[in-house]
């Protein structure tokens, strides 16, 4: 096996207007989104912080860092739909929340075990050809470190049919060999239908689009370097 | 992709029962193109209804069908009803009217997918099949004595009648459906899986020509909502008894009553039947399947496929670590279809996928 | 006209909804915060307050080992697969749930039933398991330090409980829903 997964997180971000001080333990046990063991664990965890500026909650499997523009829920523990579900019940719990976006992020780290392959993925998503001939010295070694594409909706040239996007990200892993990949299923809450507001819109994606962006999070990193090994 | 053949002809009576393990949906074809829809399940979640694939590949135009009845708000009866419902506009939808009640909306709505963010596969369906149609077009519900179809075909009357629910039924309904509804401040988690009592099921009676078709549906054998009080009614026993018998409750103990094959059946008819595969539950059991063999000329049942788990063997040793005795839910799809000429007597029986003689 | 407040009011700002790659390394929360209670030790504690000092008396029982893993929270973690999956009875004599289970990550696996000790369920889940209660079962690797471990969890899912707003809301639907029905 020239290379395999070693890593999974994932994350939800929502941007709108928040209030932080909201989001305490006391609150979310209150309205049943955590258990008693889970608040207790955030309260005596030395990263719990409540403000009307900004929330930080860290339980054994999920964290919660809530600024006034920004709502962020990342496993802490295996990855799994409990963020999606803990995001859910909080925009169910505070309907009138103005939203701009939200974005499915999800992570996975590879490890290789050859190389060579581990060098074709870097050397097909950025040729060389043209670096070599810029730095023109033979003894240093030129590789990606960061790589970015979006894919929007319409033809290169036009304006995007929507501002929804998804865009891939490939970073040089922080140990040697290993490749870590990002996923971002990025929405907008513009034009909504009449009467609908933004949080049952971020709902409905949560609901119908995390899980399956899982998959295709996973399928797309899979093919990317599936292709990148082959075309070298 | 599996070869149906062709679609029957004018004069050919047909009934198509499916049945993967958990799910039923059986496709009637009464005469001329016409078809009826009988509960939905799907091969493969999400991968949409049979019956509707079904249709599709014998070529069968939307407009074709008439009616689509969802006999009982069990998960293995409804996967896939909403999107039939849509795939189908001009057909007439019929619900159980014991499930015609205040309550049973509220935890329709409480459930369907919407009103909170729970997910909620099976009453979803239903919300779904329901709201589905506007008015004047409503669904219409199915109880004792109402008719779903009354038309002359092959110039013959076809009648689809429908026996059950009882009176009875509907109050066991309210009861049964009373204990899910949402309530200020109540811990919710998702929605139940059996919403309504099998006594709401619907059991229908095809009138062919000179024959009968009888769909037994869900309904278990009681005194007063089940098939001892159904027999009981003379007008009951003035339909005309069937050569067909989809046979209640997957051939289970409680859903088997003698009257039925005594007064509601032909000596020996033809009997088909849907397993029910949960956990270490399986119906028929070797015991109903040697009863049912005794009373009918021919028996079949829709999957017979084993149900050892698909799971690659690695994860499987370490779920078997905290989880017991797992099994596949979903077995292999099958079919059994009976045709037979208008006014002939002997039906012609095909097996398809999984489905084996019982 | 939408009655939701406007994006506009929320002033502009940055859309990105990416984050940069995380994943902790730190210790495990629950091994750095939380006591490790001592079997054989009567564990007392003791509070200062205003009025003068207060003893108390703080018995804690640990699970069983081997049953009820709380989730821990691993260096780094990888899951094999998640099953969501639906409770559709309970046995509490015999402390064992039943239940349909639907793989969320291989959509070629079908459904599996099993039956489930409620021994694996965390004390915290053990009120949520009933009939219609859904759970997710995942089974991972963790990688520690220097060592690489399989585990496997049980999670309920919770959601906000029935509000009024909700009920009201339920309670508009049904007749509209009622109305959709003949008769």
Redo the contacts between chains.
């Keep these: 096996m020239l290379y395999q997964?070693?890593?999974?997180?994932a994350?939800i971000?929502?941007?709108?207007?928040f209030n932080p001080a909201i989001f305490s333990p006391d609150w979310l046990e209150l309205?049943?989104?955590?258990?008693?063991?889970?608040a207790?664990?955030i309260r005596?965890?030395?990263?719990f912080v409540v403000t009307r500026q900004v929330t930080q909650l860290?339980?054994?499997?999920f964290r919660l860092l809530v600024e006034e523009?920004k709502y962020?829920a990342?496993c802490?523990?295996?990855?799994?739909?409990?963020i999606r579900?803990?995001t859910?019940?909080v925009?169910?719990?505070l309907p009138?929340t103005?939203l701009?976006?939200?974005?499915l992020?999800f992570?996975i780290?590879y490890r290789f075990h050859d190389s060579d392959a581990y060098h074709k993925v870097g050397d097909a998503l950025a040729p060389k050809s043209i670096w070599l001939q810029v730095v023109g010295d033979p003894d240093r070694a030129i590789g990606l470190e960061q790589l970015r594409i979006i894919v929007q909706d319409g033809k290169r040239g036009e304006e995007p049919k929507s501002?929804n996007s998804k865009?891939i990200?490939v970073?040089r892993g922080g140990n040697t060999l290993t490749i870590?990949m990002?996923y971002?299923d990025?929405h907008?809450?513009?034009d909504?239908p009449?009467?609908?507001?933004?949080t049952e819109a971020a709902?409905e994606i949560?609901?119908e689009h995390w899980?399956e962006q899982?998959?295709v999070a996973?399928q797309t990193f899979s093919q990317v370097i599936g292709l990148a090994i082959a075309e070298s | 992709m599996t070869n149906y053949g062709s679609a029957p002809a004018g004069d050919e009576i047909e009934v198509m029962l499916f049945g993967p393990g958990l799910g039923e949906a059986i496709a009637v074809h009464l005469g001329e193109g016409q078809w009826l829809l009988v509960d939905s399940c799907e091969e493969k979640s999400g991968k949409g209804p049979v019956t509707g694939h079904y249709l599709d590949a014998l070529g069968v135009n939307p407009e074709q069908v008439l009616a689509i009845l969802s006999t009982h708000w069990h998960n293995d009866h409804i996967r896939g009803l909403s999107v039939l419902a849509n795939k189908y506009p001009e057909a007439s939808l019929f619900i159980s009217g014991a499930l015609r009640s205040t309550e049973a909306m509220s935890v329709l709505s409480a459930y369907n997918?919407k009103t909170?963010?729970r997910?909620a596969k099976g009453t979803s369906e239903i919300y779904g099949f329901l709201t589905s149609r506007k008015k004047p077009h409503r669904a219409k519900i199915a109880a004792a004595q109402s008719s779903l179809v009354d038309k002359v075909l092959n110039r013959c009357n076809v009648k689809v009648y429908a026996l059950s629910p009882l009176q009875e039924a509907y109050h066991k309904a309210i009861a049964h459906m009373a204990q899910f509804m949402a309530a200020d401040g109540e811990?919710i988690n998702n929605a139940p899986p059996e919403p309504s009592p099998n006594a709401t099921a619907v059991v229908l009676h095809i009138d062919v020509g000179d024959d009968a078709i009888l769909l037994g549906a869900d309904l278990e054998d009681n005194k007063t909502w089940g098939w001892s009080a159904m027999v009981e009614d003379p007008w009951v026993l003035e339909r005309g008894q069937a050569s067909v018998y989809k046979v209640a409750h997957h051939g289970s103990r409680t859903g088997e009553a003698n009257c039925v094959w005594d007064t509601l059946l032909h000596k020996e008819p033809v009997a088909v039947v849907t397993p029910f595969n949960w956990g270490c539950h399986r119906l028929p059991t070797d015991d109903d399947r040697a009863r049912i063999r005794a009373r009918a000329s021919a028996a079949f049942i829709s999957s017979d496929a084993s149900r050892s788990p698909d799971i690659p063997a690695g994860q499987l040793k370490r779920m078997n670590a905290i989880c017991k005795d797992i099994r596949k839910v979903d077995g292999a799809m099958g079919a059994v279809r009976m045709r037979k000429t208008l006014n002939t007597k002997h039906w012609t029986v095909e097996l398809f996928g999984a489905a084996r003689p019982l | 006209?939408?009655?939701?407040?406007?994006?506009a009011?929320?002033?502009a700002?940055?859309?990105?909804?990416?984050?940069?790659?995380?994943?902790?390394l730190q210790s495990?929360?629950?091994e750095?915060?939380?006591p490790r209670p001592m079997r054989d030790q009567e564990p007392s504690t003791i509070v200062n307050t205003d009025a003068g000092t207060l003893q108390m008396e703080c018995k804690v029982r640990l699970p069983p080992l081997a049953k009820a893993r709380?989730?821990?929270?691993?260096i780094?973690?990888?899951?094999n697969e998640?099953w969501?999956g639906t409770v559709q009875s309970v046995d509490e004599k015999a402390r064992i749930m039943s239940a349909i289970m639907e793989p969320?990550?291989q959509?070629s696996i079908s459904r599996h039933s099993a039956n489930i000790s409620l021994d694996y369920v965390?004390?915290?889940?053990l009120p949520l398991v009933r009939p219609g209660a859904v759970f997710?079962l995942?089974i991972?690797t963790?990688?520690k330090r220097t060592s690489i471990q399989n585990?496997e969890?049980i999670?309920f899912?919770?959601?906000?409980?029935w509000s009024k707003a909700h009920i009201k809301k339920i309670q508009n639907d049904a007749v509209v829903l009622l109305d959709c029905i003949e008769g």
């Design positions: 997964p070693e890593i999974l997180s994350n971000v929502v941007l709108g207007a309205n049943q989104l955590i258990g008693p063991d889970d207790k664990v005596s965890s030395e990263n860290e339980s054994e499997t523009s962020q990342s802490t523990g295996v990855a799994g739909p409990h579900d803990l859910m019940g925009l169910e719990l009138h103005p701009r976006a939200i974005g992020n992570d780290q501002p865009t990200s970073h870590r990002s971002n990025h907008e809450f513009v909504l009449e009467g609908t507001a933004a709902m949560l609901k899980q899982l998959q996973g | 997918g909170a963010a997910q811990s | 006209m939408n009655t939701f407040p406007q994006l009011n929320i002033g700002g940055s859309t990105d909804t990416s984050v940069g790659f995380q994943y902790t495990p929360v629950s750095m915060n939380i709380t989730a821990r929270q691993a780094s973690s990888l899951p998640i969501e969320m990550l959509q965390v004390q915290q889940d997710y995942t991972f963790e990688k585990a969890e999670r899912r919770r959601m906000p409980a």
